[in-house]
């Protein structure tokens, strides 16, 4: 997915463990395009903090009835030094890259593809799609590995049945489940579904920052309530992260962990860079139709222009200090 702001926030990205406390990040609201558009939650990255391990961006959308809001349909538009992760709840995207990739997203199937060097792609919601529900999320290379080829994998996870709760892993280890999906910093990421009541003590790696984004349902982390739609941060250090549904309806929502990163990041627009000049630098290449980002076969339109770059330099925000 791109980030279509018209004025782009730009962020150094410094990733850092937190205190054994609960930090709530509220959404804001950012629409993906004209006035029809989709609106998406926006929880990553924000000024109090910009990741969670190295997960870097989260947009989480829907449902939204797509005869209403004109569903998803993003231009082809580029990325580098990052991997994107589709997740769905319900509905359908058609993808297709300039790896030559064309694939559809479907609820429970992981879609990752990495830029690297640098890729372009597009995403679609299908005709068949009534109801769009899901996530977007962003995974900051690390800079050994932010040069790395184009690629795409798809799994399916299986559903690992728990008392009260059903966990699918799609990235990383949990719940007695690992991933085939390569990521190149630890890295994890699943779909949780906690029955009306229910409590779950989940056994975590203490070297992890957590994030849990709430789609759906009344869910507390470490006792903490969360609203659907806000993520709850805990830092490093547990070794069991404390989820529980306390309505009488069931609760969805998407646990993400890592090692703090220790690097700086320049996010702008849709790259993740290390300076303002090679922002700089990825933005004009795009303009400019570079073969460093490739072309997308089959979307019928134009691709997404640049915004500009603002007035001064792209000036460095990070995480608060641990």
Same mark, same amino acid.
């Given at each position: 997915?791109?980030?279509?702001?018209?004025?782009?926030?730009?962020?150094?990205?410094?990733?850092?463990? #937190?205190?054994?406390?609960?930090?709530?990040?509220?959404?804001?609201?950012?629409?993906?395009?004209?006035?029809?558009?989709?609106?998406?939650?926006?929880?990553?990255?924000?000024?109090?903090?910009?990741?969670?391990?190295?997960?870097?961006?989260?947009?989480?959308?829907?449902?939204?009835?797509?005869?209403?809001?004109?569903?998803?349909?993003?231009?082809?538009?580029?990325?580098?030094?990052?991997?994107?992760?589709?997740?769905?709840?319900?509905?359908?995207?058609?993808?297709?890259?300039?790896?030559?990739?064309?694939?559809?997203?479907?609820?429970?199937?992981?879609?990752?593809?990495?830029?690297?060097?640098?890729?372009?792609?597009?995403?679609?919601?299908?005709?068949?799609?009534?109801?769009?529900?899901?996530?977007?999320?962003?995974?900051?290379?690390?800079?050994?590995?932010?040069?790395?080829?184009?690629?795409?994998?798809?799994?399916?996870?299986?559903?690992?049945?728990?008392?009260?709760?059903?966990?699918?892993?799609?990235?990383?280890?949990?719940?007695?489940?690992?991933?085939?999906?390569?990521?190149?910093?630890?890295?994890?990421?699943?779909?949780?579904?906690?029955?009306?009541?229910?409590?779950?003590?989940?056994?975590?790696?203490?070297?992890?920052?957590? #994030?849990?984004?709430?789609?759906?349902?009344?869910?507390?982390?470490?006792?903490?309530?969360?609203?659907?739609?806000?993520?709850?941060?805990?830092?490093?250090?547990?070794?069991?992260?404390?989820?529980?549904?306390?309505?009488?309806?069931?609760?969805?929502?998407?646990?993400? #962990?890592?090692?703090?990163?220790?690097?700086?990041?320049?996010?702008?627009?849709?790259?993740?860079?290390?300076?303002?000049?090679?922002?700089?630098?990825?933005?004009?290449?795009?303009?400019?139709?570079?073969?460093?980002?490739?072309?997308?076969?089959?979307?019928?339109?134009?691709?997404?222009?640049?915004?500009?770059?603002?007035?001064?330099?792209?000036?460095?925000?990070?995480?608060?200090?641990?």
């Amino acid at each position: 997915m791109s980030n279509v702001e018209a004025q782009p926030a730009e962020l150094v990205c410094e990733s850092a463990s #937190g205190p054994a406390v609960v930090e709530v990040l509220q959404p804001r609201d950012v629409p993906l395009g004209g006035p029809r558009a989709m609106t998406v939650r926006r929880t990553l990255p924000q000024r109090s903090r910009s990741m969670v391990g190295a997960w870097c961006f989260a947009d989480h959308y829907g449902p939204d009835d797509v005869s209403v809001t004109g569903g998803m349909d993003v231009a082809p538009h580029p990325h580098t030094g990052l991997q994107t992760a589709s997740w769905l709840f319900s509905g359908e995207i058609e993808h297709r890259d300039s790896l030559g990739v064309h694939a559809l997203v479907r609820p429970g199937e992981l879609n990752l593809m990495t830029a690297g060097h640098g890729i372009c792609h597009s995403e679609v919601s299908t005709p068949g799609t009534t109801v769009l529900h899901g996530v977007q999320l962003w995974i900051a290379l690390p800079d050994a590995h932010r040069d790395a080829p184009r690629d795409f994998q798809h799994h399916v996870p299986e559903a690992v049945e728990l008392p009260g709760a059903t966990v699918r892993v799609f990235l990383g280890s949990a719940a007695g489940r690992t991933s085939p999906v390569t990521t190149f910093t630890p890295l994890l990421g699943a779909e949780v579904v906690l029955e009306p009541g229910a409590r779950l003590a989940l056994d975590v790696d203490p070297s992890f920052e957590h #994030g849990v984004l709430v789609d759906v349902g009344e869910v507390e982390l470490a006792g903490t309530a969360l609203a659907p739609g806000a993520l709850g941060y805990l830092g490093a250090g547990a070794t069991s992260l404390g989820l529980a549904n306390t309505g009488d309806t069931p609760a969805r929502a998407v646990l993400l #962990g890592g090692e703090p990163l220790g690097e700086d990041l320049v996010m702008w627009w849709n790259f993740v860079g290390r300076s303002h000049e090679e922002i700089a630098r990825f933005r004009d290449q795009w303009q400019a139709g570079s073969e460093r980002f490739g072309r997308v076969e089959g979307y019928p339109g134009a691709r997404l222009p640049a915004p500009p770059l603002p007035g001064g330099r792209l000036r460095p925000r990070g995480n608060p200090p641990a």
